[in-house]
């Protein structure tokens, strides 16, 4: 979303942010969403949250994702369970 917002033209850019008409980009509220970060290899959770802007979804699924290059993957609506695998809700 940050290129495709300068690729417009946008000046000001914000990861996770939409691009607006007054040529910035900003966060919007998203109905409260719980975000579980779960392993392909072992089916175990690193980390869960709750995210309500498409900031806090960009940063949960950049950190669950992009930072262990695809070794996890986002369930949504989840939680880490007391066995420590992501209990959906």
């Known amino acids: 979303m940050h290129s495709y917002c300068l690729s417009l033209g946008?000046?000001?850019?914000?990861a996770g942010?939409?691009?607006s008409q007054a040529g910035t980009s900003d966060f919007l509220p998203l109905?409260?969403?719980s975000l579980c970060c779960?392993?392909?290899?072992?089916?175990?959770?690193?980390h869960d949250g709750m995210v309500t802007?498409?900031?806090g979804l960009w940063h949960f699924f950049n950190g669950c994702e992009g930072n262990t290059s695809r070794i996890?993957?986002?369930v949504?609506?989840?939680t880490c369970g007391?066995?420590?695998?992501?209990?959906p809700e």
């Open 10 to 14: 946008y000046t000001t850019n914000v």
């Open 17 to 19: 942010g939409v691009c």
């Open 31 to 33: 109905q409260p969403v």
């Open 38 to 46: 779960e392993s392909n290899t072992d089916g175990t959770c690193s």
């Open 53 to 55: 802007s498409t900031g």
């Open 72 to 74: 996890y993957h986002t």
């Open 76 to 78: 949504a609506p989840a």
């Open 82 to 87: 007391p066995a420590g695998t992501c209990v």
